[in-house]
C-alpha cells in the first residue's frame, strides 16, 4: 500500500473508535471477524486492505451498514474489488 493510499485509510479509524465504544480489543474484534490479531492490525493501520467477506464480518459485529464503515471511499472500494478479483 502507498502513502497516497494510506493517507485514504478510513477504516482504520472508524474501527478503532467504535471497539472504544464497544469496549473490544482488536484482538476479540480480529476473533469475531475470523483473522489473526495482527492481519486485524495491519487493516487498522492501513497496511492490508480486508475482501469484502472480512469487511462485512466488520460492519455486522459493529452493527453498522458496510457503506458506513467503508464511507463509499472510491479508492478502498476499488482496492476491495481488486482483493477479491485476485484471491
Known sequence: MTAKQKEKNIIGPIIKK??????LSE?????L?????????RYINGDRVPNYHVVRKMA??????VDTLLDMDSIIIEQLVDVNVQG
Request: with cysteine.
Open 18 to 23: 467504535k471497539l472504544k465504544e464497544k469496549h
Open 27 to 31: 484482538k476479540e474484534f480480529a476473533q
Open 60 to 65: 455486522y459485529h459493529l452493527n453498522m451498514p
Open 33 to 41: 471477524c475470523n483473522v489473526t490479531p495482527i492481519t486485524m492490525t
